[in-house]
């Protein structure tokens, strides 16, 4: 007699998910026990808590009716679970996306402002360039308007104006 490599527990799932998607048929327990070592080369005393597996991850249905417990699964459901994953998966992604863009938005607006951060230095400097020459050129004139007598310039345009006016 050969002896047969023993199935991993992955494989065993995937064996009864395939028992289930050729069937396309509602099993109990020990339908399943009964079934699935014939067809498939799982061992009777693993497909309980292979069984339970496949539940837990949602691969199987399981509905109790009447006090018994029945199993189904069918290839339009796990398309549909696989679809429905997608989807979560996708509007997850465009979540992602969105915050993405947002976060780069704030370094762009960031980094603009940092931009304007330094005209704004550098307009500051010269601003204060600016006050100190005003203030230098306020001290000239008030240097010079001490010294100017307003009265005899006055004087001086008119006796130009008269001599002007007498050479002609």
């Not at 527990?9 to 026990?33: R, S």
């Not at 001290?139 to 010294?147: E, G, L, M, T």
């Amino acid at each position: 007699m050969s002896k047969r490599k023993p199935l991993s527990a992955e494989e065993k799932q995937t064996k009864l998910l395939e028992l289930f998607h050729e069937t396309n048929d509602v099993y109990q327990l020990k339908d399943l026990e009964r079934i699935a070592p014939k067809e498939k080369g799982v061992v009777m005393q693993s497909v309980k808590g292979i069984l339970q597996e496949l539940v837990n991850n949602g691969l199987v249905q399981c509905e109790k009716i009447a006090g018994s417990l029945y199993y189904w699964s069918f290839p339009s459901g796990t398309l549909k679970k696989l679809q429905r994953e997608l989807e979560e998966v996708e509007a997850k992604s465009i979540q992602v996306q969105n915050r993405v863009d947002e976060i780069q938005s704030k370094v762009q607006k960031t980094s603009e402002a940092l931009d304007d951060r330094q005209t704004i230095e550098n307009l500051t400097i010269e601003i204060q360039v600016l006050q100190e020459e005003k203030e230098s050129l306020i001290k000239q004139v008030a240097k010079y308007s001490s010294n100017i007598n307003y009265e005899e310039i006055k004087q001086k345009d008119n006796d130009a104006k008269v001599w002007l006016v007498g050479d002609r």
